[in-house]
């Protein structure tokens, strides 16, 4: 029993970035906000991210900026799902 | 944690993963998920998950970090404490006495939080309600108010390389001083559109009493070299993330005025850890990140700094004008400092109702970079028609802001604002429209209060 609910909570742990795994894969937003909510709050608060309100352009130089701070695990889709989140959320256009 | 400890738990945990039942996807994420989680080293989310599982210290934070929002455990997560998330901040702002009613808690992780125009009325701010604005995270040390081993470091051009004790510090002449410090972000909120970066509103300024030793006097010690143009400053604080260490820089010049002080007192107590215990540099009147805290060493450079907060648009100003939401090269950007003159309204509190033909006082202070502030302005017709406010006389030294007040009443119902607008002694006045930048800087835009005047 124990292990049954251990495996879970480690693969939600060390799993982060696998947000298909895990995510509901019947809403692509909220999929889209998980994998947001999973890989960038390793560094800092959320609210960092969540109190921008920036363009497409800007997001992708957000994102350009965390690579280089130590966001390396991100592949191409997920990045791009993030930044597809945030200019919908926190943004205000292309 | 040592990195070899941190290794046996991750083969642990990847053991007891595999015993579970994991498919090899799963393990495969797993190896990937930890390799990744190794730079964070001992001041990440590798430690923190050591502490989950009985290993040993580290922060709830971290933890947050490790889970991400949402699937922490429901005994952490109390939103209604804006700190909840990073214990560290939470004692760090405990042990500065914050009060929370006062401030803006913009992220907790790194803690950043600006006072409410509302709560910046004192002529000298206290410590309790003195903005908070960390690049990285705070010294545990500090938190802990444990100055051992602190020590200043002056290198680069200079005839002696010298370190300084914080006893022999406190034995030099020292010298009380009021002075701004205000980030240079400060403003952002009011630029349109938003440029990246904490949404300042107005509050990210504090004009505390300052102890400590000019910087010149320390300088002198070590012997400046003629080939010395520039300062580069350290400190002791844990990186957030893998970047290089937060070094800003300010021209000799700027570095030997008698008003840039090492600080070891902040209104006559030791300097708060989230204020840069044991010992911070003051730079007044320039961009707070000038003001290194946890100061440890300042180096003497022969070319203007390229530390981190230095290059790229970081801290930087666009040489020319740029329309809104332009970002020019990088080589169009240039080094930012002084700040302009500017003005903020602590009283009445924005949209306070009034009643017809009542009496409002209207106080708030000014301030002006490098520069006096000369005269402050208020409208009550969107900026048609202008009336002087009393200033408190000249400040009590350079750089503290001054003071002003004006009575007003309002004879008829309606919706009103009330405007703010400081000149100084070259006449610069602040702008009614926000001039934009890629960074948001230099946000110096009239203040406006909105206040409504019943029938």
């Avoid at chain 1, 909510?37 to 959320?46: K, V």
């Avoid at chain 2, 990285?136 to 290198?155: E, V």
């Avoid at chain 2, 004006?406 to 919706?415: A, D």
């Amino acid at each position: 029993m124990k292990r049954v609910f251990f495996l879970p909570l480690v693969a939600m742990t060390l799993g982060v970035f696998a947000a298909p795994a895990f995510a509901d894969t019947d809403d692509e937003i909220q999929a889209k906000k998980q994998l947001f909510e999973q890989n960038c709050a390793a560094c800092h608060s959320l609210t960092v991210a969540t109190n921008q309100n920036l363009n497409r352009a800007d997001w992708n130089w957000v994102l350009d900026d965390m690579e280089d701070y130590g966001l390396t695990w991100l592949t191409d889709e997920q990045r791009e799902q993030i930044v597809d989140y945030l200019v919908a959320n926190h943004g205000y256009g292309e | 944690m040592t990195s070899k400890k941190e290794g046996q738990f991750f083969d642990r945990l990847r053991g007891v993963t595999e015993d579970a039942g994991a498919t090899p996807e799963t393990l495969q994420i797993f190896d990937e998920a930890v390799s990744r989680r190794r730079f964070m080293g001992n001041m990440g989310v590798g430690g923190a998950a050591l502490t989950l599982f009985g290993f040993g210290a580290g922060t709830d934070a971290a933890m947050r970090g490790l889970f991400g929002r949402g699937l922490i455990p429901a005994a952490w997560a109390d939103e209604s404490d804006a700190l909840a998330e990073d214990a560290q901040s939470r004692a760090a702002w405990q042990q500065a006495g914050k009060d929370s009613d006062a401030l803006l808690v913009h992220n907790a992780r790194p803690l950043n939080a600006e006072t409410h125009a509302h709560a910046m009325a004192d002529e000298i701010t206290p410590n309790s309600k003195h903005f908070v604005r960390n690049n990285d995270l705070i010294p545990q040390k500090a938190i802990d108010q444990d100055p051992s081993g602190w020590s200043l470091t002056i290198d680069g051009e200079v005839h002696n390389e010298i370190e300084i004790t914080l006893d022999e510090l406190k034995s030099m002449d020292s010298k009380d001083l009021v002075l701004s410090i205000e980030c240079g972000g400060n403003g952002r909120a009011n630029f349109d559109p938003q440029p990246r970066g904490n949404p300042w509103d107005r509050g990210a300024i504090g004009n505390a009493k300052w102890t400590g030793v000019p910087l010149k006097d320390i300088l002198e010690r070590a012997g400046v070299k003629d080939s010395a143009v520039y300062t580069a400053h350290y400190g002791y604080e844990p990186i957030l993330g893998d970047r290089a260490p937060f070094s800003r820089g300010v021209p000799m010049e700027k570095a030997m005025e008698e008003h840039t002080i090492v600080a070891f007192a902040m209104n006559g107590e030791d300097i708060p850890a989230t204020h840069g215990f044991p010992v911070r540099l003051v730079v007044p009147g320039w961009y707070g990140s000038c003001s290194h805290k946890w100061l440890n060493k300042i180096t003497l450079r022969d070319q203007e700094h390229d530390g981190r907060g230095m290059t790229g648009y970081s801290y930087r100003m666009p040489k020319y004008p740029v329309a809104p939401g332009e970002r020019p090269p990088e080589e169009d950007m240039k080094v930012g400092g002084p700040w302009l003159i500017k003005s903020v309204i602590t009283g009445p509190k924005k949209d306070t109702g009034l009643e017809r033909g009542e009496t409002v006082k209207v106080t708030g202070h000014a301030w002006a970079g490098e520069d006096e502030v000369a005269e402050v302005w208020i409208s009550t017709d969107f900026g048609l028609n202008w009336e002087k406010a009393d200033l408190k006389g000249p400040p009590v030294n350079k750089y503290a802001w001054v003071h002003f007040e004006k009575e007003l009443s309002f004879p008829n119902r309606g919706y009103y604002e009330i405007w703010a607008r400081a000149v100084d002694d070259k006449g610069n006045t602040q702008p009614m429209v926000q001039p934009w930048n890629p960074r948001g800087y230099d946000g110096n835009v009239v203040h406006r209060i909105p206040v409504t005047v019943a029938a």
